[in-house]
């Protein structure tokens, strides 16, 4: 999507240690007129899929997230990370691995809010070796529920996670596809 790519080129900064900092407008302070675009894509992208929930993980997913809710009218669910464990059996649960706080977690959604008849669209800020989305995908298959896409921001393609879930079959539309990045010159190219 070339705005997003033309904002991230004027925005971004590319840190030590592969991390795209986005946060002018993406995911800390958020351009919700961006964001409204960037759903409007996906929307255009999934037209004629049956979406009736979009699920995220948080922090930084959720405001795409809600937009998102907003141009796709369904509700935004987004998975929380957990201290507790599921004593009860009252949530799915799955264990993410943090690409930048480099800790692993438990993150947990609500058995009330995902079951078998949901239609789901994932969607996240960033793709990088796939851990965040692969726990949400096993979140719904816990809940038996169909996952029709995933939506992603920025996905860094030579980290391989978003080439992987399509190897499997998962329809992954990212935004934009970050081909390479250098921390010291602060270039980026794009797929
Ligand atoms: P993965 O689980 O695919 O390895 O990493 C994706 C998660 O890590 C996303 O939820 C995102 O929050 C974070 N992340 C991965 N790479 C970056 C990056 O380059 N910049 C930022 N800001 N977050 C990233």
Redesign the pocket.
Same mark, same amino acid.
């Given at each position: 999507m070339e705005l997003l790519e033309q904002r991230i080129r004027k925005d971004g900064i590319v !840190?030590e240690g /592969? $991390?795209? !900092? $986005? &946060?002018g407008f993406?995911?800390h302070q958020m351009d919700v007129s961006l964001l409204k675009a960037m759903a409007e894509q996906w929307r255009a992208d999934f037209a004629g899929k049956p979406i009736n929930k979009i699920l995220t =993980?948080e *922090?930084?997913?959720i405001g795409i997230a809600a937009i998102a809710g907003l141009v796709f009218d369904v509700p935004v669910l987004f998975a929380k990370k957990s201290k507790s464990i599921n004593i009860d059996g009252s949530v799915y649960c799955s264990r $993410?691995?943090?690409?930048?706080h480099k800790v692993d977690s438990d993150v947990i959604v609500s058995k009330k809010f995902l079951d078998a008849n949901d239609h789901v669209f994932i969607i &996240? &800020?960033? %793709?990088? /070796?796939?851990? *965040? %989305? /692969?726990?949400l995908i096993e979140i719904c298959e816990g809940a038996g529920a169909t996952v029709e896409g995933i939506g992603i921001a =920025?996905e !860094?393609g030579y980290?391989g996670?978003?080439d992987a879930l399509r190897e499997r079959g998962f329809v992954v539309d990212s935004l934009a596809i970050?081909e390479s990045m250098d921390a010291e010159t602060g270039e980026i190219e794009f797929r």
């Amino acid at each position: 999507m070339e705005l997003l790519e033309q904002r991230i080129r004027k925005d971004g900064i590319v !840190k030590e240690g /592969n $991390v795209l !900092k $986005v &946060d002018g407008f993406l995911n800390h302070q958020m351009d919700v007129s961006l964001l409204k675009a960037m759903a409007e894509q996906w929307r255009a992208d999934f037209a004629g899929k049956p979406i009736n929930k979009i699920l995220t =993980i948080e *922090a930084s997913g959720i405001g795409i997230a809600a937009i998102a809710g907003l141009v796709f009218d369904v509700p935004v669910l987004f998975a929380k990370k957990s201290k507790s464990i599921n004593i009860d059996g009252s949530v799915y649960c799955s264990r $993410v691995h943090s690409f930048t706080h480099k800790v692993d977690s438990d993150v947990i959604v609500s058995k009330k809010f995902l079951d078998a008849n949901d239609h789901v669209f994932i969607i &996240d &800020d960033f %793709m990088a /070796n796939g851990c *965040a %989305m /692969n726990g949400l995908i096993e979140i719904c298959e816990g809940a038996g529920a169909t996952v029709e896409g995933i939506g992603i921001a =920025i996905e !860094k393609g030579y980290q391989g996670g978003g080439d992987a879930l399509r190897e499997r079959g998962f329809v992954v539309d990212s935004l934009a596809i970050v081909e390479s990045m250098d921390a010291e010159t602060g270039e980026i190219e794009f797929r």
